[in-house]
Structure formats: structure tokens, C-alpha cells
């Protein structure tokens, strides 16, 4: 199964501060992979696919980057309906697995 | 707009067999894409269960394969989930999604809200 290791596992920022969550991949998976919002009680939100496109619908201060190993997310201007866990995901190969998350906390 | 929505008992007794069933709004499952499930164990991170094609083709975890299965009723437009001889481990946040395959996308691109199973006596 491929690992997803997820850094750092929780942050602390404020609204308005430009955040980058970091995702690498035990081994190469091109550009499969899937960023998620989750919030309690929430359905959870598909933000990024392929590793740089945005879901429709998403707001624009949301980006994703990388390939191979090493992915990133982030959220430029951090609005207060930001705050909430995101889980990246790979969809490389069967199982599909997820990253372990990390929660961004207003600080 | 899709929506998706889970139902079923939340609590479940050991070595009895878990169902969920999911109902999906706005969208026709025959229409395509794969419907699946995905479970988050209290504390822990997210695990995927499984989907299935609207016609039929599978794809399982290997860890749980022997215990799950997950079937679709496109006359009622909701798919289900069947986990058999539970344990505590299964305790968890079910959540039912749709997955779509498309070499574009190849992500779960819709959610439920998921529904809390308990696995106790």
C-alpha cells in the first residue's frame, strides 16, 4: 500500500496568513493525488484533483502543487470558514489510502 | 445539486454484520460513476472501504475483502454497505461518497455527512 505522510499534523494560524500543508508519497504517483477539507458534522469538500486543479466551486486562495513524492497545499488569505482538517489523498493505486491530516486551528 | 445522505443502526453487537445504506439526490446512479464508502475509526485517519461501478465492477480493500461487500439499487437510486462479523475495530465514522474515474479527476468528488457506527455488546 502506499503511505501518505502528511506535515505538519496540526497549525496554528489567523485569518488573513497563508498556510502550506506538505504531502509525501512513499513512493512516485505522478500527479494522483486528491486534497479533502473536512469539517464536524460537515460533508467533506474535494478541493484539489490531480494534484493542481481546483474543484469547481473552490475558492481561488486554494492551490496544489507537486508530483512524484512530494505535494503541497496551500491556503493564500486564510478566511474564518478555513479552519477545518485536510486529508490528501492518492488515487495512484488500489487500496486508495489517505494521508493521516492536519487540522489548521485559528490561533 | 448531487447529495448524498447514509442511514442504518449505530450500534451494532460483535460477530454481527453491519449495514448502511446511502441515498443519493440529484443525480441518477445509472448515469455512471462509482459509489463507494470510506471509514474514520474515532482518533484515527481515514480508511477506504470500497466501490462499485452503477454496472457492477468492484474494487475492495484487501484488509476488509472477505468481510464487505457493496451493492446498488438504481430503482431506488441508493447504494449499500455490508460488513460482516464485526468487531470493536469497526467502530467508526462511515461515510458514503462518489467517485469519479474520469483520468481528469479520479477522486471522491461528492460526500455524505457519514453516520457513526458503534460495535459493542
Known amino acids: 500500500d502506499i503511505q501518505l505522510t502528511q506535515s505538519p499534523s496540526s497549525l496554528s494560524a489567523s485569518v488573513g496568513d497563508g498556510v502550506t500543508i506538505t504531502c509525501r508519497a512513499s513512493q512516485s504517483i505522478s500527479r494522483y493525488l486528491n486534497w479533502y477539507q473536512f469539517k464536524s458534522g460537515k460533508a467533506p469538500r474535494l478541493l484539489i484533483y490531480g494534484g493542481t486543479s481546483l474543484q469547481s466551486g473552490v475558492p481561488s486562495r486554494f492551490s496544489g502543487s507537486g508530483s512524484g513524492t512530494d505535494f503541497t497545499l496551500t491556503i493564500s488569505n486564510l478566511q474564518p470558514e478555513d479552519f477545518a482538517t485536510y486529508y490528501c489523498q492518492q488515487s495512484f493505486s488500489t487500496p486508495r489510502t489517505f494521508g493521516q491530516g492536519t487540522k489548521v486551528e485559528m490561533k | 445539486q448531487v447529495q448524498l445522505q447514509e442511514s442504518g443502526p449505530g450500534l451494532v453487537r460483535p460477530s454481527e454484520t453491519l449495514s448502511l445504506s446511502c441515498v443519493v439526490s440529484g443525480f441518477s446512479i445509472r448515469n455512471g460513476f462509482y459509489w463507494g464508502w470510506i471509514r474514520q475509526p474515532p482518533g484515527e485517519g481515514l480508511e477506504w472501504i470500497g466501490f462499485?461501478?452503477?454496472?457492477?465492477?468492484?474494487y475492495y480493500n484487501p484488509s476488509l475483502k472477505s468481510r464487505v461487500s457493496i451493492s446498488i439499487d438504481t430503482s431506488s437510486n441508493h447504494f449499500s454497505l455490508r460488513l460482516t462479523s464485526v468487531t470493536a475495530a469497526d467502530t467508526a465514522l462511515y461515510f458514503c461518497?462518489?467517485?469519479?474515474?474520469?483520468?481528469?479527476?479520479?477522486?471522491?468528488?461528492?460526500w455524505g455527512q457519514g453516520t457513526m457506527v458503534t460495535v459493542s455488546s
Open positions: 461518497a462518489r467517485y469519479d474515474s474520469s483520468v481528469a479527476v479520479d477522486a471522491f468528488d461528492v
Open positions: 462499485m461501478y452503477h454496472s457492477g465492477a468492484s
